[in-house]
T-cell receptor
């Protein structure tokens, strides 16, 4: 069964360093998303990506963050100059290309980012 | 604007008992509603979704949910809990104006033998 895969499963980084979280969406999907969940809090939407550009972003997704689809399979989230409060579980998701809001999102297992 | 409220961060039931997980939403336009489940060390998996067709929605693993517009609710139920149902359950909403999901805070279900 096709699945979204994320690497690494756990990343520890020093405050101020840059990190790149990687995702391989399902191969025929066209919409890609990043969500995060700070421990004990809600899963929050960060950004969606379609046709090689950001289609929607939340107020969380500021200049510290960027996304990229560097090739035909990977989708990355870059966090520059990490802060302690960036520690969270980051989920990648993808959906088919219909663009409909009722489409099922398929989620990866998450990357736990710990900033020390 | 849209939001989701899940009442009860932890719910404990006995094996074989009814499972009821509560979800209330607010949305300025007709919503699409989802229940996702997260097992330990796994990603979020769709249980079921409401997309303006039947108000009673059946999902995987014997779960179902009923959309009640008058109560702005989308509660998740299962007649008889199994030990394997122990997980965290998330209610989420989207709409035509906001494709991204807005999640509730989640409910951790414990099933006692």
């Amino acid at each position: 069964e096709p699945e979204v895969t994320q690497t690494p499963s756990h990343q520890v980084t020093q405050m101020g360093q840059e990190v790149i979280l990687r995702c391989v969406p399902i191969s025929n999907h066209l919409y890609f998303y990043w969500y995060r969940q700070i421990l004990g809090q809600k899963v929050e939407f960060l950004v969606s990506f379609y046709n090689n550009e950001i289609s929607e972003k939340s107020e969380i997704f500021d200049d510290q963050f960027s996304v990229e689809r560097p090739d035909g399979s990977n989708f990355t989230l870059k966090i520059r100059s990490t802060k302690l409060e960036d520690s969270a579980m980051y989920f990648c998701a993808s959906t088919t290309g219909t663009g409909r809001a009722d489409t099922e999102a398929f989620f990866g297992q998450g990357t736990r980012l710990t900033v020390v | 604007a849209q939001s989701v409220t899940q009442l009860g961060s932890h719910v404990s039931v006995s094996e074989g008992a009814l499972v009821l997980l509560r979800c209330n939403y607010s949305s300025s336009v007709p919503p699409y509603l989802f229940w996702y489940v997260q097992y330990p060390n796994q990603g979020l998996q769709l249980l079921l979704k409401y997309t303006s067709a039947a108000t009673l929605v059946k999902g995987i693993n014997g779960f179902e949910a009923e959309f009640k517009k008058s109560e702005t609710s989308f509660h998740l139920t299962k007649p008889s809990a199994h030990m394997s149902d122990a997980a965290e359950y998330f209610c989420a909403v989207s709409n035509t104006g906001r494709r991204a999901l807005t999640f509730g805070s989640g409910t951790r279900l414990q099933v006692q033998p």
